[in-house]
């Protein structure tokens, strides 16, 4: 099944893993805004706390998952769309 936003994830990858690179002490949240065309690395408990309580629990569970498994999670914001998609990548 086609996923545009795991596509544009994919097109952005390399600019993704450098500006995480950058905060990998921190293990920041990575957002990809796709109207802005920017990539934005979040501390996990600002970003959290611009969400829904149901979206904090689950964001907080695949966070703690992503630790774990020393990997990422990136959002995908669509702001044309009203789409905000997160996805959990390894760090290479």
Do not use: G
């Not at 996923?3 to 690179?21: E, G, H, P, S």
């Amino acid at each position: 099944m086609y996923d545009q936003y795991f596509d544009m994830l994919q097109q952005w990858w390399d600019t993704i893993l450098f500006v995480y690179k950058k905060h990998e002490d921190k293990k920041p949240v990575i957002l990809l805004d796709i109207q802005e065309e920017l990539i934005y690395a979040y501390p996990y408990a600002e970003f959290k706390a611009d969400m829904s309580k149901k979206s904090q629990i689950k964001l907080e569970q695949q966070y703690k998952d992503a630790i774990s498994k020393n990997m990422i999670i990136v959002f995908v914001r669509d702001n044309e769309n009203e789409k905000l998609v997160s996805y959990t990548m390894e760090c290479t």
